[in-house]
């Protein structure tokens, strides 16, 4: 279909005759119509000035026979030339005659007008319109012609043809207007039903999830009417919907409102409520809730939000864990007192043993008895230290160790250290030495006493298991600012090794690279395991690189803190113990009477006189009444313990301007002992078992400061 837009007025018309004179006779009275109007129109230009319309140029072609008539209109239409108008004659033997000719036509061109042309009546009108049916495309034209007939129904015709043209492109246009406005409406229709469908299902899916929320949810309007609840809102208050909805908090019967009274509060209180605890009556009991409250705007109409989470349950686990932790705070302050007196009971008689068999050790004995005692005093030893580890390990893992954060010279306690060691290092002729990278600082802020503790740990363990060869230790620093330094040490051994699959499991507590090595080499498994911890208390960390068969190197760091204040002059305890102290006349206040009678002995055997006293009361009683030279203090004494007795003695003194050395004597296991025993005003400390040089020289230091000479830290 030509669209409107294209069509243009078509004169073309086909002549369909087997009579050449009945061409020449229409191109004669179509086409010479055209000078004379010309000529005339002319003509009236000239004489009238009259603008004239345009004029129509036909333009003819001629078939003598229907079918090459139909060709003729065949080729037109392929070529987009289409005729407007055909003139077919009736009679055109042998071939078609008009009527069927038209009835071709029409097949290949429906739009054609047609114009038969008859001399005489052929056939009856009726009988042409059976056969070509009722078209308005086709009129009749009897000959002779009348030209003037000939020219109006060429005008007519060719204008009807562009007329129908013009009309069915218009209604195509239409029809395609509608179909376009039919789809657009169509395709609105489907969004509309979309998103309909979209709401419905989004409405749908909110009201399940509205009410399978474990919130509890309840929408106020503007006057504090419930709009809607959710069951788990129901449930809360063990209440139903309809005794709710439509009603504001006054209209409520009043259990409903004593129930609710918190809740109401709240909200009628607070514009917005953020995470905050209520307690609210159920029917069935009192419980906790977590609120919330929002203003919201739902289709442009204000609302309250309330949203209220059930947290009883979770309260109540709340305070049963808090009650289980005081429990489990408990449970760890006996088992660390526990361990302070099992300290206590364990320290005591090991003082007795090994404080008497340094004592017999002297006397005359067989070489057989001596032999046996030096294994009573190895033995003993041992067993202190198992006892130490285990002790210092249940500390930690309890919280309950301090650290000390004294000035200290880091060359000091690595020769400190390596001194205890160096011995049986020299027993197995091994190659003993330790070294400071040059440029290490040496004021250190720190526990001094617990790197000791690590260093104769891994040092120990390397002597232990290096049966040849060497054990070095180093340290070096890294690059440090003026305030701390990160300081990394390497004991490095010539032994058995650690298998690679072990080398991690050593630094767990009770753990060794080979069970069996226990019965060759001894140990408990717990040395690393502390020197791992105490590494985790101090921000430092250990590891190791092993080889078997070739040896271990331990590295671990540490952060110190650097020290700008001088060290305190240290005691020289082998030189203090080795000069002769003069006689004095000491107290010993000790409840154990087997640590009393050997730090009797001892004192007796260096020449001192010994007053004895069983309790801190008695201490303070003989002390005021006698004249003694020094004081040694146990510190837990039944009736009065030493840190009391001290306080008193000191109290006393404090009228005569006196001050009598005292030295405590203390299984060590008590938390923060040592500085108890300083702030009781105490001058020095002995931990038991007391080891007799260690007594000698804390008594001649003690003596030396009685004199004014020296300092105590
Ligand atoms: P203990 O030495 O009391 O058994 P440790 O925790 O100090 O406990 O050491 C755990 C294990 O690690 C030791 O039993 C030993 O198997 C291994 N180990 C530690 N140091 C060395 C070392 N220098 N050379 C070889 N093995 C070592």
Aim: proline content about 4%; aromatic content about 6%; glycine content about 6%.
């Amino acid at each position: 279909m030509i669209p409107l837009s294209l069509l243009e007025p078509n004169h073309r018309i086909l002549v369909i005759d087997d009579n050449k004179a009945i061409h020449d006779d229409l191109r004669k009275v179509l086409l010479g119509e055209v000078d004379t109007v010309e000529h005339l129109q002319d003509d009236e230009t000239l004489l009238f000035g009259i603008e004239t319309l345009p004029i129509v140029r036909f333009e003819i072609d001629s078939a003598y026979q229907g079918q090459e008539g139909l060709a003729k209109l065949e080729q037109s239409l392929a070529e987009g030339r289409p005729y407007a108008l055909v003139f077919v004659d009736v009679r055109m033997p042998p071939g078609w005659d008009g009527v069927e000719t038209i009835a071709h036509l029409w097949k290949a061109d429906p739009h054609l007008q047609a114009v038969i042309c008859t001399a005489y009546s052929d056939y009856f009108w009726t009988d042409i319109q059976r056969r070509l049916g009722h078209s308005d495309n086709l009129l009749i034209l009897k000959k002779p012609f009348d030209n003037i007939e000939v020219t109006q129904l060429a005008h007519a015709l060719t204008r009807k043809w562009l007329l129908s043209r013009q009309v069915e492109a218009k209604v195509d246009d239409l029809d395609s207007m509608v179909a376009e406005r039919t789809a657009e409406l169509r395709s609105a229709h489907e969004q509309t039903e979309r998103e309909f469908q979209q709401r419905a299902k989004a409405q749908e899916a909110f009201g399940i999830i509205f009410q399978a929320s474990t919130i509890g949810i309840a929408l106020l309007d503007r006057g504090g009417r419930y709009v809607d609840v959710n069951r788990a809102f129901e449930a809360l208050f063990e209440l139903a919907q309809d005794q709710l909805i439509g009603k504001n908090p006054g209209e409520l019967d009043a259990a409903t409102q004593r129930t609710m009274r918190v809740l109401h509060q709240e909200i009628e209180r607070k514009r917005e409520v953020e995470a905050q605890e209520i307690a609210y009556e159920s029917r069935t009991g009192r419980r906790t809730g977590l609120l919330w409250t929002r203003d919201v705007e739902i289709h442009d109409c204000p609302y309250r939000l309330c949203l209220l989470l059930n947290i009883t349950d979770r309260k109540e686990m709340e305070e049963e864990l808090r009650r289980a932790r005081i429990q489990a705070e408990d449970a760890a302050k006996a088992k660390s007192e526990f361990l302070a007196n099992m300290s206590h009971e364990i320290r005591t008689p090991m003082n007795g043993i090994l404080g008497f068999t340094e004592l017999a050790l002297q006397t005359d004995l067989t070489p057989d008895q001596r032999d046996y005692l030096e294994t009573v005093e190895s033995s003993a030893r041992s067993l202190l230290r198992i006892i130490n580890d285990i002790l210092d390990f249940s500390k930690i893992e309890a919280g309950r160790l301090d650290l000390e954060s004294v000035p200290f010279s880091l060359r000091e306690c690595l020769e400190n250290a390596a001194g205890v060691v160096h011995s049986s290092a020299a027993r197995k002729q091994l190659d003993f030495s330790w070294k400071v990278s040059p440029g290490t600082p040496d004021n250190l802020m720190g526990d001094e006493t617990r790197l000791r503790q690590i260093l104769l740990n891994l040092m120990g363990n390397a002597v232990k298991f290096t049966a040849a060869g060497s054990v070095t230790t180093e340290v070096s620093a890294a690059p440090f600012d003026g305030s701390r330094v990160d300081l990394q040490f390497a004991v490095r051994d010539t032994g058995i090794g650690i298998p690679v699959e072990k080398q991690a499991l050593i630094f767990e507590p009770f753990r060794q690279a080979e069970g069996c090595m226990t019965r060759k080499y001894g140990g408990t498994g717990l040395g690393l395991a502390i020197v791992t911890r105490l590494l985790g208390l101090v921000g430092g960390r250990i590891w190791v690189e092993s080889k078997v068969g070739v040896g271990s190197t331990f590295y671990f760091t540490i952060p110190f803190p650097l020290s700008h204040q001088p060290l305190a002059p240290r005691h020289n305890s082998g030189m203090l113990a080795e000069a002769p102290t003069a006689p004095l006349s000491i107290l010993v206040a000790e409840d154990n009477d087997v640590s009393r009678l050997l730090v009797k002995r001892l004192l007796t055997k260096q020449g001192h006189t010994v007053a004895e006293a069983r309790t801190g009361l008695e201490a303070v009683t003989l002390c005021e009444r006698g004249t003694f030279d020094m004081i040694l203090m146990d510190v837990q004494m039944p009736d009065m313990d030493g840190f009391e007795a001290t306080v008193e003695i000191r109290a006393r003194e404090s009228a005569t301007g006196e001050h009598i050395p005292i030295i405590a004597l203390t299984a060590h296991a008590i938390k923060g002992d040592r500085e108890r025993c300083l702030e009781a005003g105490m001058d020095d400390y002995l931990s038991k078992p007391i080891r007799p040089s260690e007594l000698s020289a804390a008594i001649r230091r003690a003596s030396l400061r009685g004199a004014g000479v020296g300092t105590v830290r």
